[in-house]
């Protein structure tokens, strides 16, 4: 299994070179992973863990928050993150 991204490895994707945006881009990971989770549904903190794919899902939820929160919104809309989800969710909305 993998771990969580980093704020080091957001930076590389943002390429955000400066240290003037860390506590920024900290808030930023956080919230893309407890986003990642939300999706997934009943994730256990403790027991769950991530692989490849939702750890890259979390990355490019960062980056769709941080650079256009419109689309993070809408994630699910988003081809690239609903492809690194897929096969992941355990609820499903009820329409």
Do not use: C
Request: aromatic fraction near 6%.
């Amino acid at each position: 299994m993998a771990e969580w991204p980093d704020a080091d490895e957001l930076k590389q994707v943002l390429d955000i070179t400066s240290e003037d945006w860390d506590e920024t881009v900290g808030r930023v990971l956080a919230s893309a992973i407890t986003r990642v989770k939300l999706d997934v549904g009943n994730w256990v903190e403790g027991v769950d863990e991530p692989d490849d794919s939702l750890v890259q899902a979390a990355l490019r939820m960062a980056e769709l928050i941080s650079l256009r929160p419109e689309v993070a919104a809408g994630a699910v809309d988003d081809p690239t993150y609903r492809r690194l989800l897929y096969g992941h969710r355990r609820t499903f909305g009820v329409a």
